[in-house]
């Protein structure tokens, strides 16, 4: 069954950084895209960032764009999500994804991260 | 950028239809075929019901359908069951090449 499991959340300072992980299982990541998308207490999924199959090309949300990096070891086909300048904002539910370049389809449960001020 | 908007809420009984539009811009919903909704219960990770504005992957219930007009695409859920009762979120694909969600509907089963 594919599945895609995250990893690394935590408790962070405002101004700190993490390193989320994404393992992907159960099927072939080529050709495929990862999504991160989030959601914050009470409020509603909202997508992050995405990385072709071979590390190649990314993009992100104005909210992250300069404090987020999203990168691929191809060696292993994990993929981490770095999370710098954290922002109490930044409180969330992270979700990692595989899918197209415009979709998201398999979904992982998520890894909390809580910014604290 | 502004989330595509969705209704809060809708609801619907057991056996009816329900349909959650999700509306954006020229430069998303409008300008791409890439339109794809998610049903999401609390505290379980998202599933994918629909991509590409009504194609549905495998093992997804043709009770779930999808179309678009113009800047607005429709989700409807036919034949209401009680586990259907989620919160459901629509995406697109935007100029901009990242993706946009929307705010999300709450879907109550009577």
């Known amino acids: 069954e594919p599945q895609v499991v995250e990893s690394g959340g935590g408790l962070v300072q405002a101004g700190g950084s993490l390193r989320l992980s994404c393992a992907a299982s159960g099927f072939t990541v080529r050709g495929l895209w990862t999504h991160w998308a989030r959601q914050v207490p009470g409020l509603g999924l909202a997508w992050v960032s995405r990385i072709d199959s071979d590390g190649s090309s990314a993009s992100y949300a104005d909210s992250v764009k300069g404090r987020f990096t999203v990168s691929r070891d191809s060696a292993t086909s994990m993929v981490y999500l770095q999370l710098n300048s954290l922002r109490v904002e930044d409180t969330a539910v992270y979700y990692c994804?595989?899918?197209?370049?415009?979709?998201?389809?398999?979904w992982g449960q998520g890894t909390t991260v809580t910014v604290s001020s | 950028q502004s989330a595509l908007a969705q209704p809060a809420s809708v609801s619907g009984s057991p056996g009816q239809s329900i349909t959650i539009s999700c509306t954006g811009t020229s430069g998303d919903v409008g300008g791409y075929d890439y339109v794809s909704w998610y049903r999401h219960h609390p505290g379980e990770a998202p599933t994918f019901l629909l991509y590409?504005?009504?194609n549905r992957p495998s093992g997804v219930s043709d009770r779930f359908s999808g179309s678009k007009s113009g800047n607005t695409a429709s989700l409807t859920i036919s034949g209401l069951r009680a586990e259907d009762e989620a919160e459901y979120y629509c995406?697109?694909?935007?100029?901009?090449?990242?993706?946009?969600f929307g705010g999300g509907t709450k879907l109550t089963v009577l």
């Open positions: 590409e504005v009504k």
């Open positions: 995406s697109s694909y935007t100029n901009k090449y990242t993706v946009i």
């Open positions: 994804t595989s899918g197209s370049f415009s979709h998201l389809d398999v």
